[in-house]
């Protein structure tokens, strides 16, 4: 099989681009290299398409090395038939692979094994070929009855003989991927209540009685069957069309129906599709219809954790970070323009301590002394209290000097709060103020402070943890290193956990730049970079058009242009006879450039539309400008919220069934798919993202289940 063509197939891309793209990444290029300055030799292929010719050549790959495994395996035993081998060499998916192999797999003893061993396979073979209407089967058995083998009579020598076909019936390539298809296309997906929770609510109540056809289960439903199924609240089957499958099957294995075997044969199919062929198929089903779930929990997945990540920030401004609290206090930490502590306090601004007075005197010599332009205020408990307590006291500053309070979400602080990383940044502190830095910082900048995260702790995933994790967090690890590359680093500013996810950027790279940026002071060009140990040419390479510093001598070195294209800058600027300090943000003079004189071979037309376009706006941020939602006071808990009510919400995750959306309460509330928009949604994606301000409408609200019902029609 050639894997290129197969690729290029599946994918529909040319040959050209697939092979190009596998020669760059074998050559140890990174995705987002190849994406942002590599255009010219796969013709523009974006990061999606590259990252799917990367698994797909993977996977393909594994497949090489299991198909010489099998075909090994079958020539030790003297099987290998031209035939065979063939089908082999061509098949291009696992299942079909491992199919064709089955016959042959070395497995323990089964009940066909042990007939063959007993010497019962000519019998097989003779009821299978008989033609005579009139014959006596059981008189025939007797003569293979071998009383050392445990066959002592007849009947025992016919059900050896029946369990020889049933096994064939059931190794049959050809059978199983019918059966696969059939079951796919009219099998039925079949749950009920466990007898325990008969007559109770639960989250599956939905699901005690429940039919739905294979070909039709949309994932989160499925994904929903199986927890429910593993949380022994459900029991789930599948139901097929028996009678049809069954007449096709004895097509298979019953040459002349007429003949006196036929009842025997009948048997054998029955037999080899109860016990075999029925568990295998739902074993497989159940398996595909999981992977497809999981591709699409993997796609839900990633895209709000793309749009978590690159949510607007609010600024390199300093902020006070708030962790809220009731009988504990509020945990408050002051932090400079570039989230470096400045100092720490526990204020008791709500009931049992009360300490209001003080509260109020301590946050306003904190905002003036640090001169503070923004206030996180995190979301859990004594959240929507403590940004009302800060909005009241804000409107007592001269309206000059107030500074912005915004809620922000806590998903994912308090596994930060607690993680070595953070202990490693903070070891003198508790979690709580840990949790409030944390707060400050994603107000300042969430992608630099969440990417200090595990992505499953953020609250944006479609059951994830009923997926393959392995493979989840290969998904995740490629949406930041995307986020964090589509943005740049400032090298100067970006901790060890941003700069591990740079192109080309190891862990041990990333401490070694950190390090080395902590002995001799900021870093004044990218040239400095190979001063670090472990970067090399090809890292540099790799990196070097991600990083970014700002204030640099060379005004390049705080953009996207890549410093193996500066001198063909140099020439731009040169043909508008220009300094090129000049020529960097205006946009009138860039329009001026020749571009058509400096395309070549190794700078095509789309590396030169990249470069002008990035220096008419140089280091441009490719996040939206920051908004706020805000909230009502009188809504604090799911009691305060009644049918009818329109509040501004935050959207905080996306399913395919619909969007959650932060109201303000310690609940999310759920718009589902039917009440997103008034035309036909397919994709609630294309209709909001999280981190989006949505206006919302109360539907209903279930104190008992704790469940918001919302509506974005109104």
Sequence with gaps: MDIVEQISSELGLKSKQVNSALELLAGGATVPFIARYRKEITENLDETSLRSIEKKSAYYHEMD???????????????????LENKILNSTSRTELEDLYLPYRPKKATRASKARQAGLEPLA?????????????????????????????????????????????????????????????????????????AGQKSKFQMYYDFKERVDRIVSHRYLALMRGEREKVLRVKLDLPHKMILSHLETHLIRHPRCAASPILIRSVWDSYQRLLLPATETEVRRELRERAEQEAFKVFAANLRNLLLAPPAGRKPVIGIDPGFRTGCKTVALDSTGKFLEQHTIYPHPPQSRKEQAEKMLLDMITEHEIDLIAVGNGTAGRETDLFIRLLIEKIPHSRRPLSVMVSEAGASIYSASDLAREEFPDFDLTVRGAISIGRRLQDPLSELVKVDPKSLGVGQYQHDVNQAALKSVLEDVVESCVNLVGADVNLASVELLKHVAGMSPQTAANLVSFRDRHGPFKSREEFLDVPGIGAKVFEQAAGFLRIPGAGNPLDNSAVHPERYRLVQMMASSLDMPLEKIIGNAALIKNIPKENFISEQAGNFTIEDILKELEKPGRDPREEFRYAQFPDEIKEIQDVEPGMILEGIVTNVANFGAFVDIGIHQDGLVHISQIADCYVDDPRNFVKVGQIVKVKILNADAELNRIALSMKF
Excluded: M, Y
């Excluded at 090395?65 to 035939?83: F, G």
């Design 125 to 197: 073979r003779w009821l299978q070929a008989c033609k005579d209407t009139d014959a006596d089967c059981p008189e025939h058995a007797r003569a293979f009855i071998n009383r050392e083998k445990g066959i002592d009579s007849a009947e025992k020598a016919l059900q050896g003989a029946s369990d020889i076909l049933a096994e064939e019936l059931s190794n049959d390539a050809g059978v199983r991927k019918w059966l696969r298809k059939c079951a796919l296309e009219e099998g039925r997906l079949v749950s009920t209540c466990r007898k325990d929770f």
């Design 65 to 83: 090395q299991r198909r010489k495994t099998i075909l090994e395996s079958i020539k030790s035993q003297d099987k290998l038939t031209v035939q």
